[in-house]
């Protein structure tokens, strides 16, 4: 399969707890987003990486949050001290380098704060 | 800040029926648009890209339209058939600043029923 993958697909943690989460996106794709979807709601964007340079942050991203793209390979997204409105679905997408391509989103990691 | 609306929240349709999904942004100048399709507690399907230099875009039974200067786009599904039901979600693509970022709608809920 070569689409995005994300990992894992669901996780429960307890509040205050950090948490981690991985992206791979498709192989020749340069570009990298992430984006959170409550219930009900569109996705959201939060950051994205044009290889391993983070050219943008949303206001969304607070300090707890931390994305990092090493290589410009896989990406990973951190929450630290996890709160309960922490809890929506992470999504992952990659693009290739010309920003008009199309977004191509990964499953999507559930995140449940106990 | 852009804002994206689509209008029904919700669709409950007969199978075999011609549909009509809205989609209205507030900002005209866009890099592009696409519409998503989101089956519950999954990630996002890409259905169609349409650039801001182009009106309209066709992928087998679907044909999404754009309107830039009035801000609108429709998605038309012929035929409609089980198998449709699902969200469809629409995404502006921000330009300047914002290029490469995404602003979604809440989306479409469609029912088809055989």
């Known amino acids: 399969d070569t689409g995005v993958s994300q990992n894992p697909r669901h996780k429960i943690t307890k509040r205050g707890q950090n948490v981690t989460f991985r992206c791979d996106p498709i192989?020749?794709?340069?570009?990298l987003y992430w984006y959170r979807q409550t219930l009900g709601q569109g996705p959201e964007f939060l950051t994205y990486?044009?290889?391993?340079?983070?050219?943008?942050k949303s206001r969304l991203l607070s300090d707890r949050f931390s994305a990092e793209r090493p290589k410009g390979s896989f990406s990973t997204l951190e929450i630290q001290r996890t709160e309960q409105g922490d809890s929506a679905m992470y999504l992952c997408?990659?693009?290739?380098?010309?920003?008009?391509?199309?977004?191509?989103f990964g499953p999507g990691t559930r995140l449940l704060v106990l | 800040k852009q804002e994206v609306t689509q209008i029904p929240a919700a669709l409950s349709v007969p199978e075999g029926e011609n549909l009509v999904l809205n989609c209205s942004f507030t900002?005209?100048?866009?890099?592009?648009l696409q519409w998503f399709r989101q089956d519950p507690g999954k990630g996002l399907t890409s259905l169609l890209l349409?650039?801001?230099?182009?009106r309209e875009q066709t992928s087998g039974r679907l044909n999404a339209s754009l309107d830039k200067s009035s801000g609108r786009s429709t998605l038309y599904i012929a035929a409609s058939q089980p198998g449709d039901s699902a969200t469809y979600l629409c995404?502006?693509?921000?330009?300047?600043?914002?290029?490469?970022?995404?602003?979604f709608g809440r989306g479409t809920q469609l029912t088809v029923w055989p």
């Open positions: 990486f044009q290889n391993e340079a983070q050219l943008e």
């Open positions: 995404a502006v693509g921000g330009r300047g600043s914002t290029l490469g970022r995404l602003y």
């Open positions: 997408a990659s693009s290739l380098s010309l920003a008009q391509e199309t977004q191509y």
């Open positions: 192989s020749e794709h340069n570009r």
């Open positions: 900002d005209s100048a866009i890099y592009n």
């Open positions: 349409i650039q801001s230099s182009q």
